[in-house]
C-alpha cells in the first residue's frame, strides 16, 4: 500500500485500505489519522461515506462513541435500500448505547413499515425488542442468508451491545468472547468486540 500510494498520492481507496490494515493490528489512532486524511482527498461520494464508515469503527475501537455514531450516521444519504442502510444503522445503534443513548426510537423511525423479513433485518428486530435473544440465535445459524455470511459473528456482537443497553455487563462479556471466537481477525465486529472487553 505505501508503494502503491507513492504512485497514486492521497488515493482514497488506498488510503482507506491502510488505515483497515492498522485497524487489524488495533492501531486505531493511525487508522483514524489516515481515515481523516481519506476524509479531505475524497473525489465522490462513495469514497466519503466509504472513509466516513470505517473512522465510525476506528472511533468506535476508540471508545469516542458519539463521533461513531455521527459519522455512521453520516453515511447513510444516498443509501437507497433498507438493506444498503442497516449496516451503518446498527452499528449507530452500538455507538448510541455506549455514549449511554437508548438508540431504539431513532431505530424504529429509520426503519418505519419496512419489512425486516431478510437477513440481517433479524438483528434489527432483536435491538428494536420484538425478537428474543435466543430466537435471534436460531436464525443466525438456520437462516441460508445468515449462513452465508457468517450470521452468528454479528448475532453475539449486537446481543452483547444489547445487554450493556440493560446493564447486564456479564452477559455483554459472554457475548463478546463469543464474538471473538466467531468473527474472523479481519472482520470490524472482531475488532469492536476485543476492544469493548477491554474496556469491560
Given at each position: 500500500?505505501?508503494?502503491?500510494?507513492?504512485?497514486?498520492?492521497?488515493?482514497?481507496?488506498?488510503?482507506?485500505?491502510?488505515?483497515?490494515?492498522?485497524?487489524?493490528?488495533?492501531?486505531?489512532?493511525?487508522?483514524?489519522?489516515?481515515?481523516?486524511?481519506?476524509l479531505a482527498g475524497?473525489?465522490?461520494q462513495i469514497d466519503?461515506?466509504?472513509?466516513?464508515?470505517?473512522?465510525?469503527?476506528?472511533?468506535?475501537?476508540?471508545?469516542?462513541?458519539?463521533?461513531?455514531?455521527?459519522?455512521?450516521?453520516?453515511?447513510?444519504?444516498?443509501?437507497?435500500?433498507?438493506?444498503?442502510?442497516?449496516g451503518p444503522l446498527?452499528?449507530?445503534?452500538?455507538?448510541?448505547?455506549?455514549?449511554?443513548?437508548?438508540?431504539?426510537?431513532?431505530?424504529?423511525?429509520?426503519?418505519?413499515?419496512?419489512?425486516?423479513?431478510?437477513?440481517?433485518?433479524?438483528?434489527?428486530?432483536?435491538?428494536?425488542?420484538?425478537?428474543?435473544?435466543?430466537?435471534?440465535?436460531?436464525?443466525?445459524?438456520?437462516?441460508?442468508?445468515?449462513?452465508?455470511?457468517?450470521?452468528?459473528?454479528?448475532?453475539?456482537?449486537?446481543?452483547?451491545?444489547?445487554?450493556?443497553?440493560?446493564?447486564?455487563?456479564?452477559?455483554?462479556?459472554?457475548?463478546?468472547?463469543?464474538?471473538?471466537?466467531?468473527?474472523?481477525?479481519?472482520?470490524?465486529?472482531?475488532?469492536?468486540?476485543?476492544?469493548?472487553?477491554?474496556?469491560?
Open positions: 500500500l505505501d508503494s502503491a500510494l507513492q504512485h497514486k498520492p492521497g488515493d482514497a481507496w488506498l488510503v482507506i485500505a491502510q488505515a483497515q490494515v492498522y485497524m487489524q493490528i488495533a492501531d486505531y489512532a493511525r487508522a483514524l489519522e489516515l481515515l481523516n486524511a481519506a475524497a473525489a465522490t466519503r461515506r466509504t472513509a466516513l464508515f470505517y473512522r465510525g469503527h476506528a472511533e468506535f475501537n476508540l471508545g469516542q462513541y458519539a463521533q461513531a455514531a455521527q459519522d455512521f450516521e453520516a453515511t447513510l444519504p444516498g443509501r437507497p435500500t433498507l438493506k444498503s442502510r442497516l446498527v452499528w449507530r445503534s452500538a455507538a448510541q448505547v455506549r455514549a449511554r443513548q437508548d438508540p431504539r426510537g431513532t431505530l424504529a423511525r429509520e426503519i418505519g413499515t419496512e419489512s425486516l423479513d431478510e437477513w440481517p433485518g433479524a438483528i434489527v428486530r432483536f435491538l428494536l425488542g420484538k425478537l428474543p435473544a435466543g430466537e435471534l440465535e436460531v436464525i443466525a445459524e438456520t437462516d441460508e442468508a445468515a449462513k452465508r455470511s457468517n450470521g452468528k459473528c454479528p448475532a453475539a456482537f449486537f446481543i452483547a451491545m444489547d445487554a450493556l443497553r440493560r446493564g447486564d455487563r456479564q452477559r455483554a462479556r459472554e457475548q463478546l468472547q463469543l464474538a471473538q471466537a466467531r468473527c474472523p481477525t479481519v472482520s470490524e465486529f472482531n475488532w469492536a468486540a476485543t476492544s469493548e472487553l477491554k474496556r469491560l
